[in-house]
T-cell receptor, first 108, second 113 residues
Framework: KNEVEQSPQNLTAQEGEFITINCSYS?????LHWLQQHPGGGIVSLFM???GKKKHGRLIATINIQEKHSSLHITASHPRDSAVYIC??????????FGEGTQLTVNP | NAGVTQTPKFQVLKTGQSMTLQCAQD?????MYWYRQDPGMGLRLIYY???????DKGEVPNGYNVSRLNKREFSLRLESAAPSQTSVYFC????????????FGDGTRLSIL
């Protein structure tokens, strides 16, 4: 079993829908990182959080350390949100352990 | 803003050939990383360098070598390429210390025939 599990693996939504991507992990962590990988391949950091909730524009990330679970929400989704969303955990220092990613497609 | 720059972006090699993937960052970061990304798997750490002059193995170091040439540059070398090393390779950098976000390059798509 992977130390970091994401669900769903694939997600298709209609423009405007509210989207949730989940990340569960089985190890102790110091922080969790949400990343976005666009079709061109580049990877961009969205959030790093160790407790509570963070918001940036239409994106919201939450984490529950006791339950070892994090969620990434996208409100009012748009086709330009189509990408792979990757959850990664930090177990010590700054080394990351990655989930397999969630492929999101938002149709107009 | 260049950030993390990787070269080349694409490369095709024959089995047994050698090559070096280059990575440079202009953010004055201490730590640098090399990952590979394969279908159906998350990114996996090959090697990292916590600071200039130091390198350490990650999860999948076999078949690779690295050089931290200076604070800016961290190269990854395949001495004798194998088809199993066909992958997309990403370089990243971060500030030193715990819980520092990593900044990624655009990746190098490497195919070995």
């Amino acid at each position: 079993k992977n130390e970091v599990e994401q669900s769903p693996q694939n997600l298709t939504a209609q423009e405007g829908e509210f989207i949730t991507i989940n990340c569960s992990y089985s190890v102790g962590i110091s922080a969790l990182h949400w990343l976005q990988q666009h079709p061109g391949g580049g990877i961009v950091s969205l959030f790093m959080l160790s407790s509570g909730k963070k918001k940036h524009g239409r994106l919201i990330a939450t984490i529950n350390i006791q339950e070892k679970h994090s969620s990434l929400h996208i409100t009012a989704s748009h086709p330009r949100d189509s990408a792979v969303y990757i959850c990664a955990v930090i177990r010590g220092g700054s080394r990351l352990t990655f989930g397999e990613g969630t492929q999101l497609t938002v149709n107009p | 803003n260049a950030g993390v720059t990787q070269t080349p972006k694409f490369q095709v090699l024959k089995t047994g050939q050698s090559m070096t993937l280059q990575c440079a960052q202009d953010m004055n970061h201490n730590s640098m990383y090399w990952y590979r990304q394969d279908p159906g798997m998350g990114l996996r750490l090959i090697y990292y360098s916590a600071s200039e002059g130091t390198t350490d193995k990650g999860e999948v170091p076999n078949g690779y070598n690295v050089s931290r040439l200076n604070k800016r540059e961290f190269s990854l070398r395949l001495e004798s390429a194998a088809p199993s090393q066909t992958s997309v390779y990403f370089c990243a950098s971060s500030e030193a210390g715990i819980n520092q976000p990593q900044h990624f390059g655009d990746g190098t798509r490497l195919s070995i025939l």
